[in-house]
């Protein structure tokens, strides 16, 4: 009953911004609490960023500084600002549902949107 649609992702240089948007849909669906991990071939899922219903923002060390998790919750849609990126944020970004507290564990979320990829170039 919950779908998510991440988009937003694209090609850029080293240094460069983008912003990755997930919009929500469904009749129960509120973005209280949003998290965004990121994934390449090979290698787990790793948390990015999560959000709280008390707008709380917790992020991972890799991206401390460079992103910023935000939402609307009028459009039902949550944000990842993402700056200063580096070759290694290169990953196939996903925005999530928690159904835990454990924001942190990929295991921990019920909803998953299909990813949007972001490539970054030296």
């Known amino acids: 009953q919950v779908q998510l649609v991440e988009s937003g992702g694209g090609l850029v240089q080293a240094g460069g911004s983008l912003r990755l948007s997930c919009a929500g849909s469904?009749?129960?669906?509120?973005?209280?609490?949003m998290g965004w991990f990121r994934q390449v071939p090979g290698k787990e899922r790793e948390f990015v960023a999560h959000?709280?219903?008390?707008?709380?923002?917790y992020y991972a060390d890799s991206v401390k500084g460079r992103f910023s998790i935000s939402r609307d919750y009028d459009k039902k849609t949550v944000y990842l600002e993402m700056n200063s990126l580096k070759p290694e944020d290169t990953a196939v970004y996903y925005c999530?549902?928690?159904?835990?507290?454990?924001?942190?564990?990929?295991?921990?979320?019920?909803?998953w949107g299909q990813g949007t990829q972001v490539t970054v170039s030296s």
């Open positions: 959000i709280n219903s008390l707008e709380n923002t």
């Open positions: 469904g009749r129960t669906f509120s973005p209280y609490a």
């Open positions: 999530a549902v928690p159904l835990g507290s454990s924001f942190r564990d990929p295991d921990a979320y019920g909803y």
